[in-house]
């Protein structure tokens, strides 16, 4: 095609369309800073709330595992877990491969319970993902799954929402039962199994009893830890003690 | 562009029966398969479609004229995504346990396809209160089909109705809960994904047994007082 | 009458459709009575009362779609679907557990999809998936195999009390099942071969899995009647025997300790053979072409290895082979048979017309 030389009604055209594109742009521009101003002034006002929610849901799921309240009645610790966190070092005892994070329980400055996140790397579908809580004495207070691939119907049982299976942990230690009955009943040990799953449970009793192995040689060094960021966080509060 | 309006009865019809989202557009499967296990799922994420679809309608409506047609499209998807994001916010605020069980789905409901095509088949072209209106009831329609697939797949699943309602509407709902049959061994196929596909099929085939028997009806009335009339129809119809 | 509509070419092959089926049904004999033998007379009792069932279902189907009865129920269709669920099904099965199953199967499966020849999934496959996803805990009761030591095989009585409890009696599960071999090979981790047959009651069979060899072979005795009688061809057993050798070969890792089982204990575990050939070769929800059935049954083969090895369930036949039905449409599509005298079509050459 030849070049045309540009006539007057070609840069009209031209320039109608710049400003039509311009306009166009510019209610873009213009919608976007709308939906994003109502945005922040949603965000605005549910900021606190949901962070609140946030919270009081894993202070909920961490109570389930470690009761704030003895069997007496009186508070058994009476420092924010939220705020108490360890980490914990890669492990094999723990089965984790990533630095993970725990929580540590104090009644004023004396250790009272930890919370140890433990994968039991060989469920039947991979790897299960679970919270422990083991008070000072080496007993359990309390276990739960935060995360499995199991089958439906057969391992899933260990969910708390499916059956209560998982509780049967609590009060367990690693002197009860003695070292043989840490297994299912199938291999001689004191758990039971579920009727057509055996590799869901015994991966999950192995996996406690290691780390409650793992927290007998550790005890001292987790409590330390979680001791200094007990104290990181009252001198943070001036010397307030956290309630 | 300038159609007629029509009447609200008319819209009301559409948006739960004859132009369904879920059963005749087959719109929004996604969200829909993939949270309606149990009633009070079905209900959250039922009722934040509504409050999408019938805000982002009335928003389309009201800047019908101020969009050209060059940017009708992103302008729409702006403002559908605020409305969601605004709906997840709130979600997290007032219902945290139940946005937990949502998850992914809420954000999703930027991507349910009804949700746009109501913006921009009727929205854009009519009234803010017809809109808003055509919003309310399809967003219903959605919900009425999500909410009854939930029954069922809870009834027939786990033999409960209306469990964990607490999650949605606060501790007063925990008694709302039924039992229909006392130790009822899990029929996990309806609680499982492949059960959503199964019952949605059955509840597709239920509309359509339903219409057919409704023309079937029709037809019948309307060829009886053919007989005798002297004028006798061939083709067509006469308005 | 729709159903019996006559087309051309008018005339019939020798093997009507009752036929092929009635074929179908001997050539299983040896293996249920294999598996009679070997896990008692729970098979046995399950084959009548799914039979019972199935026919039934049938009939209801029939009847709700204002068919001739007598004519549905001539063709064995329904009883052959029967047969392959209550082979495939654990022996103790409970009567609810197979009433869902076999209704599922026949209703669902086949009817609501138009009848045999249009179901694009195998019936009585689509009917085990469905117990297996939905009931697992009972859908896992195995008894061990006759003559494991520590066991003794169920009585005719026990076996009929087990899988209808209302007729009293009550028999400790835990005490009766028994985890199978494929069990044992896919909960292993840290056992070798050698030592999994040593420690393992269920692997002490001759070649595979106590009991479950017998039952395997019995099966391919059955199946390789049917390719004498040229019920079907041999492109899809091979393709799927072919894929989980070569599968089992290459993944098998015999001498560590994180074993998938040997290239004999797949062929002769589980469902093998009774996939390979009574559910492979169906000819409705399978491919059509010989090339595309070799593709069919390979893929089988693959999956059910895969699965089997690494997926959530211990057997897979009826998961690969659902899944493979699936993909029949596709296969058939890009495997069609040229029509005779006419070439292959030369791809990337620009026809003379458009130059």
């Known amino acids: 095609m030849e070049p045309r030389p540009e006539t007057e009604t070609n840069t009209s055209a031209k320039g109608l369309m710049l400003r039509a594109a311009s306009a166009s742009s510019l209610t873009l521009g213009l919608f976007a800073a709308l939906t994003v101003g109502l945005i922040t002034l949603t965000w605005v006002f549910t900021k606190a709330r949901i962070d609140d929610q946030i919270r009081q849901a894993e202070i909920r799921a961490l109570e389930e595992i470690l009761p704030r309240a003895d069997i007496d009645g009186s508070a058994l610790y009476d420092n924010d877990l939220l705020k108490t966190r360890i980490s914990i070092p890669v492990n094999k005892q723990l089965g984790s491969r990533t630095t993970a994070e725990g929580y540590a329980a104090f009644k004023g400055d004396t250790p009272v319970a930890v919370i140890l996140p433990v994968v039991a790397p060989k469920g039947y579908s991979g790897a299960i993902h679970m919270l422990v809580g083991i008070k000072a004495d080496g007993t359990l207070s309390g276990v739960r799954v935060t995360n499995h691939k199991e089958t439906p119907g057969l391992g899933d049982a260990i969910e708390i929402i499916k059956s209560n299976w998982i509780t049967v942990f609590s009060g367990k230690s690693l002197d009860n039962p003695q070292q043989k009955g840490w297994g299912v009943r199938k291999d001689g040990g004191e758990f039971d199994q579920f009727t057509g799953a055996t590799i869901t449970p015994r991966a999950v009793v192995l996996a406690v009893h290691n780390s409650l192995q793992y927290f007998e040689q550790n005890r001292d060094q987790l409590f330390q830890q979680g001791l200094k960021q007990l104290k990181q966080t009252r001198g943070d509060a001036h010397g307030q003690p956290d309630a | 562009m300038a159609s007629p309006t029509p009447e609200a009865r008319e819209i009301t019809l559409n948006g739960l029966w004859n132009n369904n989202p879920a059963l005749v557009q087959l719109l929004g499967l996604c969200p829909l398969l993939g949270v309606s296990n149990s009633v009070v799922n079905a209900l959250g994420l039922g009722l934040a479609t509504i409050l999408v679809l019938a805000g982002s309608n009335l928003v389309v409506s009201l800047i019908r004229h101020q969009v050209n047609d060059a940017i009708r499209l992103p302008v729409f998807v702006m403002v559908i995504a605020a409305l969601t994001t605004c709906v997840e916010l709130l979600m997290q605020a007032f219902t945290y346990e139940l946005y937990q069980i949502l998850g992914i789905f809420i954000p999703l409901i930027v991507t349910n396809c009804s949700i746009l095509g109501r913006a921009d088949a009727f929205a854009s072209k009519h009234p803010p209160g017809a809109a808003v209106l055509d919003g309310l009831m399809m967003g219903a329609g959605f919900a009425l089909v999500l909410v009854v697939l939930g029954a069922l797949r809870e009834s027939i699943g786990q033999g409960t109705l209306f469990a964990n309602m607490h999650l949605l509407f606060g501790p007063v709902a925990k008694s709302w809960s039924v039992v229909l049959v006392q130790d009822y061994k899990q029929f996990l196929f309806a609680i499982l994904p492949p059960g959503a596909f199964f019952f949605m099929g059955l509840l597709i085939a239920v509309k359509n047994i339903v219409d057919n028997r409704i023309s079937e009806a029709k037809k019948a009335t309307q060829d009886k007082p053919s007989t005798g009339s002297k004028r006798v129809r061939v083709t067509g119809t006469v308005s | ?355």
Do not use: C
Request: hydrophobic fraction near 50%.
């Open chain 3, 1 to 355: 009458m729709a159903l019996i509509r006559q087309t051309s070419p008018h005339t019939r092959g020798a093997e009507t459709t009752s036929r092929v089926m009635q074929l179908v049904m001997l050539a299983a004999l040896p293996g249920l009575l294999v598996t009679t033998a070997m896990f008692g007379w729970g098979t046995f009792i399950n084959l009548i009362w799914i039979s019972l069932i199935a026919v039934g279902s049938e009939a209801l189907v029939a009847r709700l779609r204002k068919r001739p009865v007598a004519f549905y129920l001539r063709d064995y269709s329904a009883l052959v679907t029967a047969v392959l669920l209550a082979l495939a099904l654990p022996p103790l099965a409970p009567w609810w557990l197979t009433l869902i199953g076999t209704a599922f199967a026949i209703i669902v499966a086949k009817h609501l999809y138009g009848g045999l020849g249009q179901n694009p999934f195998n019936p009585a496959m689509v009917g085990y998936v469905l117990l297996l996803i939905s009931f697992p805990a009972d859908m896992v009761n195995w008894l061990p195999a006759a003559g494991t030591p520590g066991y003794e095989t169920l009585s005719f009585g026990q076996s009929l009390q087990a899988i209808f409890p209302f007729l009293g009696g009550n028999l400790d599960y835990d005490a009766i099942t028994m985890a199978t071999a494929l069990d044992v090979v896919r909960e292993n981790s840290s056992l070798t071969w050698s030592e999994l047959q040593a420690t393992n009651a269920a692997l002490g069979g001759t070649f595979a899995g106590k009991g479950w060899e017998w039952v395997n072979i019995a099966y391919l005795a059955g199946g390789l009647f049917l390719l004498y009688r040229k019920v079907f061809t041999w492109h899809a057993p091979v393709g799927m025997l072919g894929a989980l050798i070569v599968m089992s070969l290459v993944f098998k890792n015999g001498s560590g300790s994180d074993t998938h089982g040997t290239v004999l204990f797949h062929l002769l575990s589980g469902a093998t053979m009774l996939g390979a050939f009574f559910i492979v070769t169906d000819p409705v929800s399978g491919a059509t072409s010989n090339r595309g059935r070799l593709i069919f049954g390979a893929g089988v083969g693959i999956l059910v290895y895969v699965i089997r090895a690494w997926g959530g369930y211990p057997d897979a036949v009826a998961f690969a082979v659902l899944l493979m039905n699936m993909a029949a449409p596709t296969i058939d599509y890009y495997t069609q048979p040229r029509t005779y005298g006419h070439k292959k079509p030369r791809k990337g050459l620009a026809k003379p017309e458009d130059r």
